[in-house]
């Protein structure tokens, strides 16, 4: 007997006007499991995070995640169940500094499950900034990062939430090389730790090199799931990524 | 500094404005006093909602002439001591704010502004239409000559209120910035969606935020009719009041509680000393030219010319763990 899937979405549908960005969608991510996700732009990759997450509510079919049923449930109460996402393009709050940054989901969606004394926010702040490797700049402002010292405070907020599940969504945009592989190293890490993660990305060196299954949606709709190496061979998903 | 300090400070200082204001024994300082310590009210119950939020709220008028009118309307019927009438003035327009956020809190930006610039409308309709409280004709209110258990003079009393009432938001407002809620508050102004992301539960912070705003608008409004002794719609919701009220934290600053009392002391006393040297009209005039200035000279309000020297200070402080 397998356990329950710790996400499961069944029949997921979402259309903006006469435009169907998410059709039927079907997926189910085990606990400690790497599942990348991956699709053209405008597949309907990001409308998914936003349907799981609570950002947009999804108009047909149902998510499940840890046992709860999340449909009609507020984005900031799904967060405090272990549900965290990272922003394609990063959204740090401007005027606070790091720190305080990080501050914000271990009081709101931390402390709600379990109380932390000020010391113990400090200590987490401080461990989660070391992690990512920002603990110098712990009370600068975001303005002074660079972009790939963004997408790490992104991802040092996420995890601050203590989550159970962290959906990154296009963490490596626009990194150099060597920094992908720092961003890939981190979140190997954070499944290391237990977080399950699935991963948005274009970078298919990045995806291979992380996933332990891959999803692929064309057009809304799911083409194929399953081993990396063998969906990336796949007639269909080849034709979607070059063309017939 | 722990909240309850900075209450006990903040009753003393108040305490020693009150005994200067005496000392000078000038019937005017009172009612000039007032004036100001009215602003500082509205002011930083504005600030709230507009400056720790970012919700900019054009309706002043609307929450400050609703806790005005409940005091003529209550006056009407039963005439209760001035205390019950500036909590009743609080309650009436802390509920038109939770009515006000449920309606207009899924806008931002300027359709949120518009929104509460329209209630401020609604509002003014209404009431011209009300009869019980002198619709357009306007309500002439008896102020009474002493205060009820103190040897004041009643405007003296008002006055006396109205420090109470400020030192009352000035506190609240210190403690939100100080606690949990301010820090919400302060995710909701820099990234909304971020917030939401991090557990922050906007909505109902949005509605504490309006309904504390509003209700403390109300209660600033509520001596008004014993102040000015005849109240008209046109005068309860002018403009004046939401210019003034923006202008003043836009002055001195809506990152902390300090900006819009040093906006309203500032514009506040600007506006008094013009009205009996030069002329009222000139009082406008000034907030329009200072607005301006301080735009160009000081966008983050005077406070902000400080805030670089107390964050460089702060961070070499926590560098020295």
């Given at each position: 007997?397998?356990?329950?899937?710790?996400?499961?979405?069944?029949?997921?549908?979402?259309?903006?006007?006469?435009?169907?960005?998410?059709?039927?969608?079907?997926?189910?991510?085990?606990?400690?499991?790497?599942?990348?996700?991956?699709?053209?732009?405008?597949?309907?990759?990001?409308?998914?995070?936003?349907?799981?997450?609570?950002?947009?509510?999804?108009?047909?079919?149902?998510?499940?995640?840890?046992?709860?049923w999340?449909?009609?449930?507020?984005?900031?109460?799904?967060?405090?169940?272990?549900?965290?996402?990272?922003?394609?393009?990063?959204?740090?709050?401007?005027?606070?500094?790091?720190?305080?940054?990080?501050?914000?989901?271990i009081?709101y969606?931390?402390?709600?499950?379990?109380?932390?004394?000020?010391?113990?926010?400090?200590?987490?702040?401080?461990?989660?900034?070391?992690m990512?490797?920002?603990?110098?700049?712990?009370?600068?402002?975001?303005?002074?990062?660079?972009?790939?010292?963004?997408?790490?405070?992104?991802?040092?907020?996420?995890?601050?939430?203590?989550?159970?599940?962290?959906?990154?969504?296009?963490?490596?945009?626009?990194?150099?090389?060597?920094?992908?592989?720092?961003?890939?190293?981190?979140?190997?890490?954070?499944?290391e730790?237990?977080?399950?993660?699935?991963?948005?990305?274009h970078?298919?060196?990045?995806?291979l090199?992380?996933?332990?299954?891959?999803?692929?949606?064309?057009?809304?709709?799911?083409?194929?799931?399953?081993?990396?190496?063998?969906?990336?061979?796949?007639?269909?998903?080849?034709?979607?990524?070059?063309?017939? | 500094?722990?909240?309850?300090?900075?209450?006990?400070?903040?009753?003393?200082?108040?305490?020693?404005?009150?005994?200067?204001?005496l000392?000078?024994?000038?019937?005017?300082?009172?009612?000039?006093?007032?004036?100001?310590?009215?602003?500082?009210?509205?002011?930083?119950?504005?600030?709230?909602?507009?400056?720790?939020?970012?919700?900019?709220?054009?309706?002043?008028?609307?929450?400050?002439?609703?806790?005005?009118?409940?005091?003529?309307?209550?006056?009407?019927?039963?005439?209760?001591?001035?205390?019950?009438?500036?909590?009743?003035?609080?309650?009436?327009?802390?509920?038109?704010?939770?009515?006000?956020?449920?309606?207009?809190?899924?806008?931002?930006?300027?359709?949120?502004g518009?929104?509460t610039?329209?209630l401020?409308?609604?509002?003014?309709?209404?009431?011209?239409?009300?009869?019980?409280?002198?619709g357009?004709?306007?309500?002439?209110?008896?102020?009474?000559?002493?205060?009820?258990?103190?040897?004041?003079?009643?405007?003296?009393?008002?006055?006396?209120?109205?420090?109470?009432?400020?030192?009352?938001?000035?506190?609240?407002?210190?403690a939100?910035?100080?606690?949990?809620?301010?820090?919400?508050?302060?995710?909701?102004?820099?990234?909304?969606?971020?917030?939401?992301?991090?557990?922050?539960?906007?909505?109902?912070?949005?509605?504490?935020?309006?309904?504390?705003?509003?209700?403390?608008?109300?209660?600033?409004?509520?001596?008004?009719?014993?102040?000015?002794?005849?109240?008209?719609?046109?005068?309860?919701?002018?403009?004046?009041?939401?210019?003034?009220?923006?202008?003043?934290?836009?002055?001195?600053?809506?990152?902390?509680?300090?900006?819009?009392?040093?906006?309203?002391?500032?514009?506040?006393?600007?506006?008094?000393?013009?009205?009996?040297?030069?002329?009222?009209?000139?009082?406008?005039?000034?907030v329009?030219?200072?607005?301006?200035?301080?735009?160009?000279?000081?966008?983050?309000?005077?406070?902000?010319?400080?805030?670089?020297?107390?964050?460089?200070?702060?961070?070499?402080?926590?560098?020295?763990?």
């Amino acid at each position: 007997m397998t356990d329950a899937p710790l996400l499961e979405i069944t029949g997921v549908g979402k259309r903006f006007g006469g435009f169907i960005a998410l059709a039927d969608i079907e997926l189910a991510v085990q606990q400690g499991e790497r599942v990348g996700l991956v699709g053209p732009n405008g597949s309907g990759k990001s409308t998914l995070v936003n349907c799981i997450c609570g950002t947009l509510r999804n108009e047909t079919g149902s998510v499940r995640f840890g046992g709860h049923w999340l449909d009609g449930m507020k984005a900031h109460e799904r967060t405090r169940l272990g549900l965290a996402r990272s922003f394609q393009l990063p959204r740090p709050f401007a005027t606070m500094t790091l720190a305080e940054n990080l501050r914000v989901p271990i009081l709101y969606a931390v402390n709600v499950r379990n109380g932390h004394t000020m010391t113990d926010i400090e200590t987490r702040c401080d461990e989660l900034l070391r992690m990512v490797g920002l603990l110098d700049k712990a009370h600068r402002l975001p303005r002074d990062l660079t972009q790939i010292e963004m997408r790490k405070l992104e991802l040092a907020r996420a995890m601050a939430s203590e989550p159970r599940l962290l959906i990154s969504d296009e963490a490596m945009a626009g990194l150099s090389h060597g920094e992908v592989d720092d961003i890939l190293a981190l979140l190997l890490k954070l499944n290391e730790q237990g977080v399950t993660i699935i991963m948005i990305e274009h970078i298919m060196r990045a995806v291979l090199a992380f996933s332990q299954r891959l999803v692929v949606l064309v057009a809304g709709r799911k083409i194929a799931d399953g081993d990396p190496q063998a969906v990336v061979r796949q007639s269909d998903v080849v034709e979607a990524y070059l063309g017939s | 500094m722990r909240n309850i300090t900075f209450v006990g400070l903040l009753t003393i200082a108040a305490a020693v404005v009150f005994a200067a204001m005496l000392w000078v024994h000038n019937g005017y300082v009172f009612f000039a006093g007032y004036v100001v310590l009215q602003y500082i009210v509205l002011a930083t119950a504005w600030n709230i909602l507009g400056g720790y939020t970012g919700y900019v709220n054009f309706g002043v008028a609307a929450f400050f002439a609703c806790g005005a009118y409940s005091t003529v309307a209550l006056d009407k019927i039963w005439a209760p001591p001035l205390i019950v009438l500036i909590l009743v003035g609080g309650v009436v327009s802390g509920i038109i704010g939770l009515g006000t956020g449920y309606l207009t809190l899924r806008l931002r930006g300027t359709f949120f502004g518009i929104a509460t610039l329209a209630l401020a409308v609604v509002a003014q309709t209404l009431i011209t239409n009300w009869s019980f409280v002198g619709g357009s004709r306007g309500a002439y209110i008896i102020r009474p000559e002493h205060a009820p258990f103190l040897p004041l003079d009643y405007i003296q009393y008002l006055c006396l209120w109205m420090l109470i009432l400020s030192v009352a938001s000035l506190a609240t407002a210190r403690a939100i910035e100080h606690s949990r809620l301010g820090v919400g508050f302060a995710t909701i102004r820099d990234d909304e969606l971020a917030a939401e992301a991090s557990g922050v539960p906007t909505l109902r912070l949005k509605l504490i935020a309006t309904v504390l705003s509003g209700a403390f608008m109300g209660m600033a409004g509520a001596p008004l009719p014993y102040y000015v002794t005849y109240l008209d719609p046109s005068s309860g919701f002018s403009l004046s009041y939401a210019v003034n009220t923006i202008a003043m934290p836009l002055i001195g600053g809506t990152s902390s509680w300090l900006g819009p009392l040093i906006g309203a002391v500032l514009l506040g006393t600007l506006q008094q000393v013009a009205t009996v040297t030069i002329s009222s009209a000139l009082s406008l005039l000034i907030v329009g030219l200072m607005l301006v200035g301080f735009v160009v000279v000081a966008p983050n309000g005077i406070i902000g010319w400080f805030a670089p020297v107390t964050r460089t200070r702060m961070r070499r402080l926590r560098g020295s763990r």
